[in-house]
C-alpha cells in the first residue's frame, strides 16, 4: 500500500477479473475482486491515507463539540448540468455541518453499487467526490462498499456522514430564533431542481440550467467569524424554500412574512418551473441557505455574505413575528399576502 | 414537539395520507406526508430528543481523539433467524468502533426505503435499531430518509455512521501486528452466513440455526480496560475469519499458522457448511473477532474476554510469525498445513 495512489487511479486499471467493465456481485463479497476494486478505483479515487491502513474506520484529531450529520444520495439521473451524485454526496453533507455552525472536517462514504454498473461511472463518481472534498476541504476519511442485485439500485446510491467542530459557541437553530430577527437568502434559487428535472425528463430549455450545488461552509463561517451571533441556518433542499421556512416557524412557535419580489429567481428559471407547473419556492436547492440573525446585524451579515461568490448575492427576503405560530406569509407583487405551506408530497421526487 | 414520543409510536398512527399503510414517494419528499413520517414512526422510534429538534444535524459533546466509521446494510432477507436488518445496522457499526479501539457513543442513521415497504416492517426495524442501541449503550443522534421508486431498492437499505472516543492510548490495527503475538478468538464461527443463507433459501435444518449478531464493544472495552496492550482487533465479517486474518497479514507484512482445531464450530454450523458446499473460515459473523496480543498478555486477555457472554468462549487459535509477508496457513486436524486465502468473489452474497 506503500504506491502513489494517484499513480494508480491513472493507471485504471481494471478492477474485475475476467476483463468485464462492469460491477459485479464479487465486488461487494470481501473477497480479492472487492480488495482489487478498493485498491484501483475506491482508495486511490479519495486519495487518503487514512483509508490505506485497511481498518475498521478512521481516527480524528478533533474535539469537541462537534456537529454530526448524515445524508443518503439517490438522485436521478445520477450526472446532470452542473454536478453529479458525486458532487452532491460532498457538497449536501458538507452544507449541512455548515447549517449547525461547524467546521466540516470528516466525512465518510457507504457506497451501494448495483451490479452491471459500469465501472467507469463509478470512477467518474469517485472522482468527482474527491474534487469535492477538496474544494470544501473536507477528507474522506472511512468507507464502505455494497453491491446488490442487478435491478435492487439505480445505478448507485451514496451515503456519507460528517463531522466538524463547532465553530460558534451560541446555539445555532430554530429555538433561537425570535420575533424581529431578519431572513436572508443566500442567493437566487430552484436551478438545483429545474436542472435534475431537464436532465431526467429530456427536457430542452433555451439555455442549459445548471445546478447550484456548492459548499457553502466558508461563507457560512466567514459569517460566524464576524462575530454577529446567528440564530438559524438552514439549508434550502428538498421541499425548498417554501418547507425550510415553514419548519423554522412551526418549530420555533413564531410566523413569518416574506417579500416574494425579493426572493431573486433567475429569468430562465422561472420560465422553466412555468413550463413544469413548479412553484419556485418548494424547488429544491443544494448550494442556497438562509440566515436568521437580529434585525441590527442585518447589513453587517449581508456585507459578510457578499464576499463569498456563493453567496455574493445575498438579500434580505422576510421577517420573523410573533404572530400565528408556524404560519408562514408571503407578500406578492401586487402587495397581497398569501399563506405559504410545504407541500403534501412531493413535485420532484429523488431530486438529491 | 412537545409531546411523549413513546406515546406517539404506541398510537402507531398512520403515516400516509389516504390510510395505505405502505411507503409512497411523497414519504422521501421533504413535504407534509414526509413529516408525518418522520413524527410516527422515526423519531419516536429512535425516541432521541436531539431527532426532535428537527435541525440538519446533531451537537455531540465528545472531546477527541475519535473513531469515526461507517457501512451500508442490504441483507436479504431483511429479518432472520437472531436478527434483522436494524439490528445489523446499530451492531455492525458498534463493533467497528470497538475493533478501533473506541468506546461506541453515537450513531447516525440513513434510510433508504422503496416505494410499496409495508409500514409495518419499517417499523418493525426501527424499533429493531432502537433495542439495539440501547443494549449497546449507543444513541441514534441524527439520520435522513429517501424514497426510491418501486422495484429501486430490496425493501430497504440501511446505512449507520457511528463515532466514539478512543479508549486506548496505543495504536489499534495491522501496523502494531509483530511475529510472536497470539491470535485470540471470542467464540465460535459461522452462524450469521449459515442463518441469514437458510432463511433466504428457505432451507429447514433441524435445528433453526440464529445468527450471532451482538453488540461486542463491552467486551473489548473490557479486555482494553485491563491494561493489556493490544495490537490489533478485527471483527470477522464479510469474507468471515479467513479474510480478515488474510488481511492483517498482509497489511502488516506479517505470515499467520491458525490451528484449526481450535477454531470453534457447532456441529449444527459444521453439517449446514457441508450441505451448502461452504468453508465456516470463510462465513460471515456478526458478533465475533480476534484480537491480536502479545505472546505473554494471551492468559490474561482470555480471562478478560471470558467475563462477557459474548466472548465467553474465546480461544486461541494461531500466532504470528515472522515468515512469508501475507501468507496465512492453517493446520488440519491430520496435521497438515493449508493456505488459507481470501476467496475471490463470494460465497454468500448480501450478508449484511
Do not use: W
Request: negative net charge; aromatic residues 2%.
Amino acid at each position: 500500500m506503500n504506491k502513489s495512489p494517484a499513480e494508480d487511479f491513472a493507471l485504471t486499471c481494471p478492477a474485475s477479473e475476467n476483463g468485464d467493465d462492469r460491477i459485479q456481485m464479487a465486488h461487494g463479497g470481501g473477497g480479492r475482486t472487492m480488495e482489487r476494486l478498493l485498491d484501483t478505483i475506491i482508495r486511490p479515487g479519495f486519495d487518503n491515507p487514512q483509508l490505506n491502513e485497511r481498518h475498521d474506520g478512521a481516527i480524528l484529531g478533533l474535539s469537541g463539540p462537534l456537529a454530526f450529520t448524515t445524508d443518503s444520495y439517490v438522485v436521478q439521473p445520477l450526472f446532470f448540468p452542473g454536478g453529479d451524485i458525486g458532487t452532491l454526496a460532498v457538497n449536501g453533507t458538507v452544507n449541512d455541518l455548515a447549517m449547525c455552525g461547524a467546521r466540516p472536517s470528516d466525512l465518510s462514504v457507504g457506497l451501494i453499487l448495483e451490479e452491471g454498473l459500469p465501472l467507469e461511472t463509478l470512477r467518474r463518481v469517485v472522482d468527482s467526490m474527491r474534487r469535492a472534498a477538496d474544494a470544501a476541504g473536507v477528507r474522506l476519511v472511512t468507507g464502505d462498499t455494497k453491491v446488490v442485485d442487478h435491478g435492487k439500485a439505480d445505478g448507485l446510491y451514496i451515503n456519507t456522514a460528517g463531522v466538524g467542530p463547532l465553530a460558534s459557541g451560541h446555539v445555532i437553530g430554530p429555538a433561537s430564533v425570535q420575533p424581529g430577527d431578519t431572513i436572508i437568502l443566500s442567493g437566487d434559487i430552484g436551478r438545483h431542481g429545474v436542472a435534475v428535472m431537464a436532465a431526467r425528463e429530456g427536457f430542452g430549455f433555451e439555455t442549459v440550467i445548471e445546478s447550484d450545488c456548492a459548499p457553502v461552509a466558508a461563507s457560512v463561517l466567514g459569517l460566524i467569524e464576524t462575530g454577529i451571533v446567528v440564530h438559524c441556518l438552514r439549508d434550502l433542499t428538498r421541499g425548498g424554500l417554501a418547507s425550510a421556512v415553514v419548519e423554522i416557524a412551526e418549530t420555533a412557535g413564531v410566523s413569518i412574512n416574506l417579500d416574494e419580489a425579493a426572493i431573486p429567481v433567475r429569468d430562465d428559471v422561472r420560465a422553466a418551473c412555468e413550463i413544469l407547473g413548479l412553484d419556485p419556492l418548494h424547488v429544491a436547492n443544494e448550494g442556497r441557505f438562509i440566515a436568521i440573525v437580529g434585525d441590527g446585524d442585518a447589513d453587517s451579515a449581508l456585507d459578510a455574505l457578499r464576499h463569498h461568490s456563493v453567496s455574493a448575492d445575498a438579500v434580505v427576503i422576510g421577517r420573523v413575528d410573533g404572530g400565528q405560530p408556524g404560519e408562514v406569509t408571503s407578500r406578492g407583487p401586487l402587495g397581497v399576502d398569501r399563506v405559504i405551506d410545504m407541500l403534501s408530497g412531493e413535485q420532484l421526487p429523488r431530486i438529491c
